[in-house]
């Protein structure tokens, strides 16, 4: 066992996607852009990171000094390693006036070779003001085509990579959903494929749907992400009806993520996140660039 950690030392930090009970207990909520954000302007010496383990190291990569812990290690993105370090080396020596923009749901591995990092609520802006004419997109395809249809000035080379849980939404899916709830609007995750993008009334980060949906006069609403994003839907906006657009839109690395398991952090169960500084250095840099990018 290692040490106790005194609930008054930590920032508690979910995403959206963390069950319900884990949702209610953070001290903040929010999307993987947010989270990083709130995550460099604490002050508290002890970050708890209620995520899949990139956003840990994201965390512990833009806070050196301070103790991150993720209550479930081995809750990981599928999508983190869906790029090689080969494959950005080999695009490097081939394509000019190049940049590598690396989606945050990566390993630092990946980040550490990215010219600047993207989320989904920032990605379109941060690469609008990047000066390279070409940009390859890695690893989610989707949300790649998505912020290059938004640029038509820019050329994308993109990954093959994608999440596979969104992606695995379909236009027949979606049509079935539609079937079964005419007046609701569809919001979608840019992680989802085209033929669902194209569909939809907003396409964008979880934080931005949730937005959508404060602001929307419309009293009912399609949902195209996590299931665990309903929580804070229907938290914001009581009195409008919500539907994931399969019955089981489920993200099972980010249910690992148990209050139990955010408990035994406190009790001293966890181990402090690691990333190693040979790594963290140039991801460093590629986050921080993100971060000044998207202001
Ligand atoms: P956000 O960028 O909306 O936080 O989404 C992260 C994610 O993992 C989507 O699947
Ligand atoms: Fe990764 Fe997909 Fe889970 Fe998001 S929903 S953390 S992209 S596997």
Redesign the pocket.
């Known amino acids: 066992m290692g040490t106790r950690i005194d609930r008054r030392d930590a920032l508690v930090l979910a995403h959206y996607?963390a069950p319900d009970a884990v949702q209610a207990q953070a001290d903040l909520v929010g999307d993987s852009f947010a989270l990083a954000q709130k995550a460099v302007k604490s002050d508290k010496p002890v970050i708890v990171f209620c995520g899949?383990s990139f956003m840990g190291e994201s965390a512990k990569i833009l806070c050196p000094q301070k103790a991150v812990y993720l209550p479930a290690p081995d809750a990981h993105?599928?999508?983190?390693d869906m790029a090689t370090e080969e494959e950005i080396l080999h695009i490097r020596r081939e394509v000019d006036d190049l940049a590598v923009v690396v989606y945050v749901?990566s390993s630092a591995r990946l980040k550490a070779h990215a010219d600047v990092v993207v989320t989904s609520a920032n990605a379109v802006k941060v690469v609008s003001r990047l000066k390279e004419r070409n940009i390859y997109f890695i690893p989610d395809r989707n949300l790649g085509a998505f912020v290059a249809a938004q640029l038509p000035e820019k050329t994308f080379y993109f990954g093959h990579g994608c999440?596979?849980?969104?992606a695995a939404t379909t236009g027949a899916e979606i049509r079935a959903a539609q079937a079964a709830h005419p007046a609701a609007l569809l919001l979608s995750h840019a992680?989802c494929p085209e033929e669902v993008r194209t569909m939809s009334a907003f396409v964008g980060s979880t934080a931005g749907m949730i937005a959508f949906a404060e602001k929307s006069d419309a009293r009912e609403f399609l949902i195209a992400t996590?299931g665990g994003t309903l929580y804070e839907l229907r938290r914001r906006c009581p009195g409008k009806k919500f539907y994931l657009t399969r019955e089981s839109f489920l993200?099972r690395?980010?249910k690992k993520v148990t209050p139990e398991a955010l408990a035994r952090v406190f009790e001293g169960g966890g181990t402090p996140v690691e990333v190693d500084e040979a790594v963290a250095l140039p991801a460093r840099r590629a986050l921080m660039r993100m971060l000044e990018l998207a202001q």
Do not use: G, L, R, W
């Open positions: 996607y899949v993105c599928a999508m983190a749901n999440c596979p849980i969104h992680e996590e993200c690395d980010m």
